[in-house]
Each structure stands twice: as structure tokens, then as C-alpha cells.
């Protein structure tokens, strides 16, 4: 079953605690998109990879990191330096930075 | 600036009404603007884009750049159209979407 797997689908963590969220895809595609989705808010970027091993900071970084030594694996790590933790977390990739881009079922994360 | 921006956070119409869902952005360059769907319980996807100039379940939308607008329409509203619809902005080299905060649409019976 090809396509793009975030895990788990609902996370809870403690406050001051960091949490990494999984996106993998197997549809051999170069690059990968984390957002940030809240109620009224729309999709927010977080980070980005347009190929592997390498990534650029979105409109709202700041609070999480990424990695991405594979191709089919783009984790982002919410630190505790995020402010407002608590989101729908969504992943997407597409073949290349101008294609379609395909979008994850999402992470529900609550900090508490 | 680059914007995306989707005036109704919810539209409620009856079944086989007219539906329009509003988009305008903001861009320097020449813009490639997409619209997404996410039914619920299910992941976002994508509806059409301005570039294929395709209709999708009936709708279908115009680049305005005169009005820097991209319309989503439908003539006749099915209750399976209810969903929240997503208006994007490809955000030039760097390939990433801008997303507008999104219209939920609700077809009533």
C-alpha cells in the first residue's frame, strides 16, 4: 500500500518534554513538508526538505527540528521551546518542489 | 507579502444551490494556485489547480489576476460537498504552499 504514513495518529506528552512525530513515504518522492494545522488558522509551515539531507526553516520553526538522512523519512521533534505545542501536526511530500503534493492523515498532539 | 486569504471561515447552503467559496492572494511573481478538500475523517487532498483548467466533481475555478482572486464554484451543492476547502498559493522556486485558513462548506438536505 503506497503513500505517506504519519505516527502515531494521537500523541500526548507532558509540558517541557520533546516529541517526535513520524512521516514516512514510500512513493519515492524528493521532497517533504511538515505543517502545523490549528482551528481558524489553516496549514502553517513548519519545515521543509525539497531532497535528502537537506532542510530549510518555514514561517514557523521555531520550537521544532527535522532530519533527513533518508529519503522516506522526514521526523520533526517539537522541543520544548515551542510555546503552544498542542496541533494537528501534518506531513506531505510530492516527486519534486513543483508537483502535487500529498498530504499525511495527521498527528493529534496534546502537551499537558 | 505573499497571502492567501479565504474570507469565510463557513458557508451553509441547500442542496442544489449555487456554491462559491472565495479566494484572493497576494504575489509578486506569477502565481500557481491550487485548491484542497478535506472531508472529514479523511486527509487533505487535492481538488483542482488553475493550471489544468480542469473541472473536478463540478467545480471549477478561474484565475482572476485582474482581482488576484481564485473562485472555487459549484452550480448545483451536493451534501457531499460538505467538507473544508483550502485555498494554496505555490510559493515560487521553493516549491512550498501557502494555505489560506480555509472555508467549511455545509450542503444542508
Known amino acids: 500500500d503506497g503513500g505517506i504514513t504519519q505516527s502515531p495518529k494521537y500523541l500526548f506528552r507532558k509540558e517541557g518534554q520533546n516529541v517526535t512525530l513520524s512521516c514516512e513515504q514510500n512513493?519515492?518522492?524528493?521532497?517533504m513538508y511538515w505543517y502545523r494545522q490549528d482551528p481558524g488558522q489553516g496549514l502553517r509551515l513548519i519545515y521543509y526538505?525539497?531532497?535528502?539531507?537537506?532542510?530549510q526553516k518555514g514561517d514557523i520553526a521555531e520550537g521544532y527540528s527535522v532530519s533527513r538522512e533518508k529519503k522516506e523519512s522526514f521526523p520533526l521533534t517539537v522541543t520544548s521551546a515551542q510555546k503552544n505545542p498542542t496541533a494537528f501536526y501534518l506531513c506531505?511530500?510530492?516527486?519534486?518542489?513543483?508537483?502535487?503534493?500529498?498530504f499525511g492523515q495527521g498527528t493529534r498532539l496534546t502537551v499537558v | 507579502a505573499q497571502r492567501v486569504t479565504q474570507p469565510e471561515k463557513l458557508l451553509s447552503v441547500f442542496k442544489g444551490a449555487p456554491v462559491e467559496l472565495k479566494c484572493n492572494y497576494s504575489?509578486?511573481?506569477?502565481?500557481?494556485l491550487f485548491w484542497y478538500v478535506q472531508y472529514s475523517r479523511q486527509r487533505l487532498q487535492l481538488l483542482l489547480r488553475?493550471?489544468s483548467r480542469e473541472s473536478i466533481k463540478g467545480f471549477t475555478a478561474d484565475l482572476n489576476k485582474g482581482e488576484t482572486s481564485f473562485h472555487l464554484k459549484k452550480p448545483f451543492a451536493q451534501e457531499e460537498d460538505s467538507a473544508m476547502y483550502y485555498c494554496?498559493?505555490?510559493?515560487?522556486?521553493?516549491?512550498?504552499?501557502?494555505f489560506g485558513k480555509g472555508t467549511k462548506l455545509s450542503v444542508k438536505p
Open positions: 506531505a511530500s510530492s516527486l519534486t518542489s513543483n508537483t502535487e503534493a500529498f
Open positions: 512513493l519515492n518522492h524528493d521532497a
Open positions: 526538505s525539497q531532497i535528502v539531507n537537506d532542510f
Open positions: 504575489y509578486s511573481g506569477s502565481p500557481e
Open positions: 488553475h493550471i
Open positions: 494554496a498559493l505555490r510559493r515560487g522556486s521553493q516549491g512550498n504552499l501557502i
